[in-house]
């Protein structure tokens, strides 16, 4: 069963930078896309950012292209979104979870638990 782990997540003021970690056990990690998504208060989910297996497709929401970079290194069994020129409305918890290749994580399927990024104007 594969399990995923976010951190990273802090306080943060406006047009500073984090950097997400999503650390993956269980079964096969590299057969898996994972995705990045992020929930504000009051808001749906969203998705932000999906890697491929390989680590060469990446694709993000218009709304941070340019400033996120996501990446993923199998060896580690690791995924990172660095966030940079973060914003107030960047605000949220952020998941990691897993998708089935060549969908670009429309649909996660094993979720992390979130971790809480908030960027103060």
């Known amino acids: 069963q594969l399990q995923l782990v976010e951190s990273g997540g802090g306080l943060v003021e406006s047009g500073g930078s984090l950097r997400l970690s999503c650390a993956a056990s269980?079964?096969?990690?590299?057969?898996?896309?994972i995705g990045w998504f992020r929930q504000a208060p009051g808001r749906e989910r969203e998705g932000v950012s999906c890697?491929?297996?390989?680590?060469?497709?990446?694709n993000y929401a218009d709304s941070v292209k340019g400033r996120f970079t996501i990446s993923r290194d199998n060896a580690k069994r690791t995924v990172y979104l660095q966030m940079y020129s973060l914003k107030p409305e960047d605000t949220g918890v952020y998941y990691c979870?897993?998708?089935?290749?060549?969908?670009?994580?429309?649909?996660?399927?094993?979720w992390g638990q979130g971790t809480l990024v908030t960027v103060s104007s």
């Open positions: 979870a897993s998708a089935r290749p060549g969908t670009q994580c429309r649909n996660g399927e094993v």
């Open positions: 269980g079964v096969t990690f590299d057969y898996y896309a």
């Open positions: 890697v491929s297996v390989s680590g060469g497709s990446t």
